[in-house]
């Protein structure tokens, strides 16, 4: 298992000002300033990644695949990993440096402001990552699937405590724990596995949420019932 306690990331003050929408009010652009310059230095971002084989692919009976030595159950999954070998599992996040971080001497919008700091930097660690993990396995494409993502039959939240099991407890490692309802700590954090793919996969195209301002594929109603 790889632990990265120091990803690299940028902070530009100004796309931040305007994903906060706060340029038209001067007010209140300096006081996300201050927020900014107060909170966003003390963040680092950090990942923990890891590799395991393809063990076991299941049938439509039970959409099972065991992937060292981990049993998962999901018929996408599944149908993603035929002719795989290997999987990259992985963790990245924010950092918890800001979990305590006191904002009783800000204006009460500073708690999404904080979450937008917190994103942007999550953002670039799992583009970090996958760059990283791209280079270490030399697969020519990745494609990512992660518990929770998309509808929730897809590849249920719930497996987000073997997907922990798989990474052998390097998340503790970089401050990111599970709360009972398999929600990750820090807020902003993402986990999953990276795989090698040729179709372009993403959650995008199996989760039928309607409006989703992150949207980055249209639904496909024939991948989502065939699962590949
Ligand atoms: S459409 Fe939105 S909610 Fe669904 S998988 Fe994509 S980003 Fe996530």
């Known amino acids: 298992m790889t632990v990265v306690r120091d990803v690299p990331w940028s902070f530009d003050l100004d796309a931040f ?9 001067a007010e209140l652009e300096a006081e996300a300033r201050r927020l900014a310059s107060d909170a966003a230095p003390l963040l680092r971002p950090k990942a923990v990644y890891g590799s395991a084989r393809v063990e076991r692919l299941g049938g439509p009976d039970r959409w099972e695949v065991v ?13 993603n990993l035929e002719g795989v070998e290997r999987v990259y599992p992985y963790v990245a996040t924010c950092g918890a440096e800001l979990e ?7 204006d009460y919008l ?4 904080l979450d937008e700091i917190k994103h942007t930097a999550v953002t670039q660690a799992s583009a970090w990552l996958r760059r990283r993990v791209l280079e270490e396995s030399a697969v020519p494409r990745l494609a990512s699937m992660n518990p ?24 503790d490692e970089i401050g990111v724990r599970l709360t009972d309802s398999s929600l990750m700590v820090p807020n902003k954090t993402v986990s999953g596995v990276f795989f090698a793919s040729e179709t372009n996969y993403t959650n995008c195209k199996v989760c039928t949420r309607e409006n989703c301002p992150n949207r980055r594929a249209k639904y496909d109603p024939e991948r989502a019932m065939a699962g590949h």
């Open 17 to 25: 000002l305007s994903a906060a929408g706060v340029t038209d009010d």
């Open 67 to 79: 992937l060292g030595g981990v049993t998962f159950e999901s018929e996408i999954l599944r149908c």
């Open 100 to 106: 305590g971080f006191d904002l009783s001497a800000y």
């Open 110 to 113: 500073a708690f999404y402001w």
């Open 148 to 171: 929770g993502s998309g509808d929730a039959d897809v590849w249920p939240i719930a497996q987000q405590r073997q997907l922990f099991d798989l990474l052998a407890g390097a998340t």
